[in-house]
């Protein structure tokens, strides 16, 4: 059973940093903290090393010691704990928990949006994913990367408006505000779109979508457009996560805002507000592992450990 003395961290370990939530066994917050890129897939040895970055300075903002980890059931949401092989090197590592749950960390963000219910969450960032969590079980739509997924995300938005502002300054496309402010970022120069092109990542793509946004609210043509292609893209994945059948959806990501005012009016009574974030879903999550290994059961089910 776990007493007074056992403490709850919750982990969201993300591509661009780590967050960190101690709490008591009442849920009251003790502390937060910050780490560096968490995401496996940049091996286990980063990951490890921001998480406890982010649980160091947790444990430092509640006051307490590094000897209070032997009492703490840890929830862990990981970036890239989908993938077997990086889940598995994790779950070989040896951390200093009491115990220790581990999930993705769009799946305890989906956690966290619904208090531990059932529900679905889209997230619409520099990639994309939909995660819905439906009688005891989790499934996902998309989430597979640039190069074969990510639907409605801000690195495929702006790939398509580099790519339009290109053709239209080769004369193959008509040129608007939209291809002009592209064009002009590179000096209206090709060769350096080109070695740009070559070198770029995702987020890299990505950095253009805030200028579509930008450039549809003045009503340029092609920035609706590409716009409107990209709320086409995401209503499918909403239409898919539907068909999975939860029926409340909460949207998330850098995109989530500014792509809301262009989606049908059709998903208006499926799209809801978060009750939590991710953080608080690891923290179910933690909770769950804790009712597993010390029979206490707590609010949350025992099946939301794997």
């Known amino acids: 059973m776990v007493d007074e003395s056992h403490y709850f961290l919750g982990i969201d370990g993300g591509g661009t940093g780590c967050r960190a939530r101690l ?7 003790l502390g937060e903290g910050v780490g560096g890129p968490a995401n496996l897939a940049l091996g286990i040895d980063v990951a490890v090393k921001s998480v406890m970055e982010a649980v160091y300075h947790a444990l430092g903002q509640a006051s307490v010691g590094a000897s209070v980890l032997k ?3 840890a929830g862990l949401g990981m970036a890239a704990a989908n993938v077997p092989k990086h889940r598995e090197a994790l779950e070989s590592t040896q951390l ?6 581990i999930r993705s960390d769009a799946e305890v963000a989906c956690l966290g949006a619904h208090g531990g219910n059932d529900g679905g969450i889209l997230i619409l960032g520099t990639g994309s994913q939909g995660v819905v969590f439906q009688d ?12 074969l997924s990510d639907s409605g995300s801000g690195s495929i938005l702006g790939r398509a408006a580099v790519r339009r502002a290109f053709l239209a300054h080769e004369g ?14 590179f000096n209206f120069d090709l060769v350096a779109m080109l070695e740009w092109a070559e070198k770029a990542k995702p987020r890299d793509w990505a950095d253009f979508a805030r200028l579509v946004f930008s450039c549809a609210k003045q009503e340029d043509k092609v920035a609706l457009e590409l716009v409107l292609e990209s709320a086409g893209a995401a209503e499918r994945m909403l239409d898919r996560m539907l068909a ?6 909460c949207l998330m990501g850098g995109l989530a805002q500014p792509i809301k005012p262009y989606l049908s009016q059709r998903f208006n009574d499926a799209i809801v507000e978060p009750e939590g974030d991710a953080m608080d879903g690891a923290l179910l999550l933690a909770r769950a592992q804790a009712d597993d290994c010390c029979e206490h059961r707590f609010a949350v089910p025992a099946k939301l450990v794997p």
Not at 136 to 147: D, E, L, P, Q, R
């Open 136 to 147: 005891g079980s989790f499934h996902t739509v998309g989430g597979w990367g640039f190069a």
């Open 23 to 29: 709490t008591n066994t009442r849920g009251q917050l």
């Open 172 to 185: 193959i496309e008509t040129p608007s505000l939209l291809t002009n402010e592209v064009m002009r970022r």
């Open 244 to 249: 999975l059948g939860t029926a409340r959806i």
């Open 96 to 101: 200093p928990f009491m115990s220790v749950a």
């Open 71 to 73: 009492l703490t059931h």
